[in-house]
């Protein structure tokens, strides 16, 4: 039986026919960070736009099968791969395999991305252009990579994204949502830093 869970001794399902996956490679930030990202691409070598999403979650669960879990907010690989697309699921400073100390939707995430765009379009698999697409924390992490302006980013995509964090989630109408912060911050993050594994140049986060 296969099992997924949030790092790799957990055995990942083998992807389909067409396509090939490079899981787990680093890309180095301007402060020696180490982001590690997951390249989904056509099987057939060539030079392919890229779609990026930005996750602090498990970014594993990309291969699940969509009705399993609401999480595969950054759209549906297979799709992509198969119309001619790479897909790559960049895991945010500080959580999963990425090193740093993870503090949500900051100024040093949006240059991360900033970095991880370009360092995308300069592989051999890329033609140059990137764009970005996803619901909730995929659509709001676009706004602020777009506002860093990367010269190979062509496009955004977001839904379901909110413009204000504030009143769209934490304190919706005015009142402290503290049962969507318990679920949030509890399910999604103590599963990711209570994993089996130490990451060298990992910290805990600033909650």
Not at 72 to 101: D, K, P
Not at 153 to 181: Q, T
């Amino acid at each position: 039986m296969t099992r997924y869970g949030t790092f790799g001794n957990n055995i990942r399902p083998p992807v389909p026919p067409g396509m090939k996956l490079d899981a787990n490679v680093y890309v180095k930030m301007r402060d020696g960070i180490k982001i590690a990202v997951d390249v989904y691409r056509p099987e057939k070598e060539g030079r392919y736009p890229a779609i990026l999403g930005t996750t602090p979650y498990i970014k594993e669960i990309q291969q699940l099968p969509p009705e399993f879990t609401h999480s595969i907010e950054a759209g549906a690989t297979n799709f992509f791969i198969s119309n001619g697309y790479v897909h790559v699921i960049e895991q945010v400073r500080g959580t999963g395999y990425s090193q740093g100390r993870y503090n949500w939707y900051d100024s040093t995430e949006a240059k991360d991305g900033y970095e991880v765009v370009e360092w995308i379009a300069k592989q051999p698999w890329c033609n140059g252009n990137v764009g970005m697409m996803g619901d909730s924390y995929f659509g709001r992490t676009q706004y602020l990579i777009a506002g860093e302006k990367p010269p190979h980013l062509k496009c955004i995509a977001p839904f379901d994204a909110g413009s204000d964090d504030y009143r769209d989630s934490r304190n919706e109408g005015g009142m402290l949502r503290a049962g969507w912060i318990e679920k949030w911050e509890l399910i999604h993050f103590v599963r990711l830093y209570s994993g089996r594994e130490k990451l060298r140049g990992r910290n805990f986060p600033l909650i």
